[in-house]
């Protein structure tokens, strides 16, 4: 008998999906949008609806490259993530580089909420009328976009601009379709009071407000800061919710030897009141089954004025601990606990 011919459209190795045998223990391919994008918070009276964790682009072209810094950015966005933040200050601006060439690449501009911190860049400081606009300009060039989305002011690196002055300047650019709503970074109360008032003349209200906080962190967001916002209905998106990493948990003992600038600000909360809460966090974390990051991003979240934290990834592992922090719900005695040992 000779030997049998098998043609080669019957070979195993060239058959189609749908003639190819499946074994019945391979996993179900899931199709559609993914879950999280289903789950959408208004940011302020801006109009938009975001994903309640912001991906901050901070350490983009800093610690991490382009190419971790696009799969951070993957890795968010098949979570269901749709806001990303960055400044116009971070790594001089290869932060932007590497957003607007993510946004290109995939083509998910106009499904993503772009959020920029101006007023911190080397060429062009402040918030003077002269040096927002071209701040502005030099960031959609390097975003490769005609709009941003959100544009928080940065008050904390200009305090002789006139409030006036630099809101009039923020509403030529949403006039001119650059800016879409507008937000604030270090911004007290009594300012805040004083822009709403500026509303009255026609120029355009900050909606948004970005103020460094976490359970560590509690004093930059004092409570007339919080009535202010709360009343004026600011959506607050604190930006170091895990006080540089230290609230994920891995960093528990001091490094010998010269501190880099990142072990300097992790050493900071080094110290029994950061061991207690690291302590509490874990067992927290045990009792959900979740890690101490997405506690931490839980308790942030269970707080009545935050609409969303920003938080920053090294590796796409780190965001999906995060995004576990959005399903948390921590009880009234979890978050009493909390609040306790982190006085």
């Known amino acids: 008998m000779g030997p049998i011919e098998i043609g080669a459209d019957a070979t195993p190795e060239s058959a189609t999906p749908s003639t190819r045998a499946t074994h019945p223990s391979a996993p179900i391919p899931v199709q559609g949008a993914p879950l999280g994008s289903a789950l959408r918070v208004a940011l302020g009276d801006g109009g938009a609806e975001i994903f309640p964790l912001i991906l901050g682009g901070a350490e983009f072209g800093w610690n991490v490259d382009l190419e971790s810094s696009h799969a951070i950015l993957d890795a968010y966005a098949e979570l269901g993530g749709n806001a990303v933040h960055t400044a116009d200050s971070f790594s001089a601006g290869r932060s932007e580089h590497i957003i607007g060439q993510w946004l290109r690449s995939r083509g998910t501009r106009d499904e993503t909420v772009l959020m920029n911190r101006i007023g911190g860049h080397p060429d062009n400081p402040g918030l003077g009328p002269v040096n927002l606009v071209r701040a502005v300009e030099a960031s959609l060039t390097r975003l490769g976009t005609d709009r941003i989305d959100v544009l928080y002011l940065d008050a904390t690196v200009d305090d002789v601009t006139a ?12 006039e001119a379709g650059k800016v879409r709503a507008v937000g604030a970074t270090g911004y007290t109360a009594a300012q805040l009071v004083e822009a709403r008032i500026l509303v009255s003349a026609g ?8 103020v460094p906080f976490n359970v560590l962190r509690r004093h930059e967001f004092d409570a007339d800061l919080r009535l202010v916002a709360e009343a004026q209905g600011i959506a607050v998106t604190p930006s170091h919710a895990l006080e540089h990493g230290f609230l994920a948990g891995r960093y528990r003992s001091r490094a010998r030897g010269p501190l880099s600038y990142r072990a ?6 080094l110290n029994r009141r950061g061991s207690r809460t690291l302590r509490a966090l874990d067992a927290i974390g045990t009792q959900l089954g979740v890690p101490d990051a997405a506690v931490a991003v ?16 090294f590796a796409p592992e780190h965001v999906e601990e995060l995004v576990q922090g959005v399903g948390v719900r921590l009880s009234r005695a979890q978050l009493a606990d909390i609040a306790r040992v982190a006085e």
């Open 264 to 269: 300097a600000q992790l050493a900071a909360n």
């Open 163 to 174: 409030m006036e002055d630099t809101l009039a300047t923020a509403e030529w650019l949403v």
């Open 298 to 313: 839980g308790w942030l979240l269970a707080q009545k004025s935050v609409t969303a934290p920003i938080i920053n990834a």
């Open 203 to 210: 120029l355009p209200r900050l909606t948004v407000l970005d």
